[in-house]
């Protein structure tokens, strides 16, 4: 399988982390640079034939389903309204509204918000009203020639703040966890390699695959929480950061897929 590189996206360590890795198993590749706004590559890819994966940034992830590879990008389901018919109360925030940006209804507390789907227009974040007014405002006073990767017309997710414990990523390909990693405590950022991640965090991620799997191979975060584990959200596994997990493992089960 080829494998289409973006080279201006990752952290020098992951990056190279993954280069060597091909290298290592003689798996060839092709490094690009995508152009902002417009999702042309520089130079543009010339595999041998459609048996290609895309690994870089949300537009590269488009690029490559656009062009049929295959595998090429996993882009099906990346919705939390889809996610939450499958997963319910696994989900930790089963309990939010979905709606329009613009429509957002008066907050008295700090609440959570992200998009419903995984374009990345926005980062999941807490926020309060007073700032959120600020942001609305902002928003709608760009015009449609700014183009803008948040409008009104949005569909988000908003919920209560909720306490956790811990998050952690795992790597779903074919319904297995193929490895994990650590990547917060509290509110820091603190990455932990795949040895050092809790079994039942692993189990916990395997338990939801088997009930539903949006897609071959996804991204998969998980919170420990007071009420136990819980689905923090899944991510588009071309694009998603790799913090420490084993390079190894995920490109060789990305291999063995075909």
Known sequence: MWWVIQDN??????????????????????????????????????????NVIVMGSY????????????????????????????????????????????????????????????????????????????????IAALRITDAPTVTLDTQIMICRKKA??????????????????????GTLKRYTSPEQVDQRITDFAAECAAIWSPNRAYVLDVADTADGLKIVEINNLNSAGWYRCDMQKLVMALEEMQ
Not at 167 to 185: L, N
Request: glycine share 6%; aromatic share 14%; hydrophobic share 40%.
């Open 164 to 185: 956790i414990y811990s998050e952690t990523r795992t790597w779903v390909i074919d319904q297995r966890v193929v490895t994990a990693s650590g990547y917060k405590v």
């Open 9 to 50: 996206i990752y952290s020098e360590e992951n990056f190279e982390n993954l280069l060597a890795t091909l290298d290592q198993l003689s798996l060839p590749y092709s490094l690009h640079r995508c152009v902002p706004f417009v999702g042309t590559l520089e130079p543009e890819p010339a595999p041998p034939d459609d």
């Open 59 to 138: 537009t590269l992830a488009r690029y490559g389903a656009q062009r049929g590879w295959k595998p090429g990008a996993f882009l099906d389901n990346l919705d939390f309204e889809i996610q939450r018919e499958h997963w319910g109360d696994r989900m930790l925030n089963v309990d939010a509204l979905v709606t329009r940006f613009g429509d957002v209804p008066p907050q008295p507390l700090p609440f959570f918000m992200r998009p419903v789907a995984d374009t990345k227009a926005f980062t999941g974040e807490v926020t309060d009203w007073p700032s959120f007014v600020e942001w609305r405002e902002r």
